[in-house]
């Protein structure tokens, strides 16, 4: 029965999270633990980039960078969320527990990771249906791995960035300055 009630409290909490949390911060995720959670749960932030990752990518060095971002911006409210994804190539095939270990050992990631999603397809996660959606402010699906969603704290996409753009590229790094203001 105790167990029960825990399971309850939780479960409400994280409810009340994604019913206070606006927009693209209140969607419903899992951390990369399984616990169920949201963007907008990670105290202090001011700016989210999301991030859809993999350890297997011509990319995965970006992981690197994306940790620098997040050693300089952190204190001023940027939350770096990493979300694995298996879509593209197939460069993502570990599992959860697998990732977290590779991006710890390799790169010394300290920013959030979240659950494996899927991105295309009918199976896409809601999250990234809402920032490729129509309605999206920067609509259309999502290439390859790493590209990057900048959420603002009102919940809206500010900026979208491809693969190709460096995390520590001058037009990255603005829009983050600009987001945190």
Known sequence: MLRLALVFAL????????????????????DIDGKATTLGAVKGGKAWLVVNVASQCGYTRQYAGL?????????????????????????????????????????KVTFPMYGKVKIKGDDAHPLFEKL??????????????????????????IARFGS??????????????????
């Not at 129509?134 to 809206?156: E, M, Q, S, T």
Request: aromatic content about 8%.
């Open 11 to 30: 479960l409400m909490t994280s409810l009340s999270a994604a019913e206070t949390a606006p927009g693209l911060l209140g969607v419903p995720v899992k």
């Open 67 to 107: 940790q620098a971002l997040y050693d300089n911006y952190k204190a001023k409210g940027l939350v770096v969320a990493g979300f694995p994804c298996n879509d593209f190539g197939g460069q993502e095939p570990g599992s959860e527990k697998d990732i977290k270990k590779f991006c710890k050992t390799n790169f």
């Open 132 to 157: 490729t959606g129509k309605d999206a402010g920067h609509p259309g699906p999502v290439g390859w791995n790493f590209n990057k969603f900048l959420i603002g704290a009102d919940g809206k996409l």
């Open 164 to 181: 190709d753009v460096e995390p520590d590229s001058e037009e990255l790094e603005k829009a983050i300055e600009k987001a945190l203001k």
